[in-house]
């Protein structure tokens, strides 16, 4: 038995003794058949960015065979709005890597996630996951480095009031039970991400937290690990798709939403991004940010704008982006400071031996490298966001900032090391730009940054008019303008997007 395993808790890694990058069709069958399973299920993402199924029960060795060889056909058109119904077949083929078992099925089963294909066997050039898959083959192309992602997935809990041992108002950070009452679906969910492959790095409560009359709204987050791009966005699919079910099984709610009731905003989904050449980070030399790191945030910035129109993509994520509170509306970077649209976080790339010498007096000096634990962090995204198409958009930002001609001196120009609030730095917020205000002000953004996004085939131009219609299709320019304080509107809003993403 490898060593390397003996921890893992994915139960098909356990099984076969390999990475699931590894994972081949022969190892599925072995895997199905030694285990009793009687059930495959294919799993699909659809433009709602919420994950679709194909019940399969095996009948025999050669009808599993077939599933996993030629996949299966789908509706397009009933999956993505800009598939035309007369030419909407498509095909379905499972991604083996991605297979894992089935945490909640009383039947036993293997779900394995699916990328779409034409008629003709190419890859659907408008499908989000190929989208990311060609962002990332044109950036490693121009940088010759590998992206690295890992998301902040902060929701919701939403239960009857318990009047015992109550958080104060918004200071739910970290809470332990019993003041914080959604741990045991927290723990769980991590259990059971991780046994389908999700890396996670930590999971807490967050700070938003509040009670109505009979209410009670918990806010809680869990991190992942930076993993391979394509990797880290089929982790999120799937971790929303657990918590969602979870959440069902408890008898609670469970939300994504980027507003979650006046005067409060909702869950963000930031996302941390690195660069990567031979296993090491290519973004901090000697303990610091290098020109590498510079050119990613100048392209993140520069395409801010547009970017939203994956990451914001319903009108309650701009009742979220409002100046003044911790989500970012200005075009800037800093250190350390949660007002900024890209964040470079606290690092390990100094006094970490010291630090653990002195919490551990007992432990010897050590030298160790941690600078590969250094992010770039991309704060604006929300929970309605097509996480896909999220991430596709940052690498093709990110390349952008390579393919810019004064990409560091764009990134040095707009660093800010101050409150950009404080009256006394009013001179600095006004030489910023700001992100849109609405959707229809991103579907703007994108129509005029759109050739970047399409450039070397990345962003299909149909997927683009997809967005761009669909943004403009909520017809909310001024809505917020509209709307105002109008408590009764603005809960009749968070209602409508209640499950978005």
Known sequence: ????????????????????????KEDIIRYVVENNIEMINFRYPGADGRLKTLNFIINDLD??????????????????????????????????RTAFLNPFSEIPAVDI???FYTKDGTPLEMSPEYVMRRAHEELKRVTGLEYEVMGELEYYVVDYLDDL???SDQRGYHESTPFNKGAELRAKAMKYIASTGGQIKYG????????TEDQMYEQNEIEFLPVPMEEAADQLMIAKWILRTLAYQYGVDLTFAPKITVGKAGSGLHIHTRLMKDGKNA???????????LRAIAGYLDLAPSLTAFGNTNPTSYFRLVPHQEAPTNICWGDRNRSVLVRVPLGWTTGAANMLRDANPLEKPEERDYSAKQTVEFRCPDGSADVYLLIAGLAVAARHGFEMENGLKYARDRY???????????AVLDRLSQLPASCAESAD???????????????????????IAMLRGYEDRTLRQDLGDDKEQIMALVKKYFYCG
């Open 1 to 24: 038995m490898n060593t390397n395993y003996t921890l893992n808790p994915h139960p098909l890694v356990q099984f076969l003794q390999k990475s699931p990058r590894e994972f081949t």
């Open 63 to 96: 009808y599993l065979d077939t599933i996993l060889s030629c996949g299966e056909r789908v509706d397009g058109s009933s999956l993505f709005p800009y598939i035309e119904a007369g030419a909407s077949d498509l095909y379905v083929l499972p991604r083996y």
């Open 113 to 115: 996630l699916c990328s």
């Open 165 to 167: 041992f109550l958080a």
């Open 204 to 211: 807490h409560s967050e700070v938003g937290n509040f009670t």
């Open 283 to 293: 973004m901090v030399t000697d303990g610091r940010l290098n020109d590498n790191a």
């Open 416 to 426: 800010v090391d101050v409150n950009i609030f404080d009256d006394a730095n009013k």
């Open 445 to 467: 953004c994108l129509e005029r940054q759109r050739a970047i996004f399409e450039r070397h085939g990345v962003f299909s131009p149909r997927l683009i008019d997809g967005t």
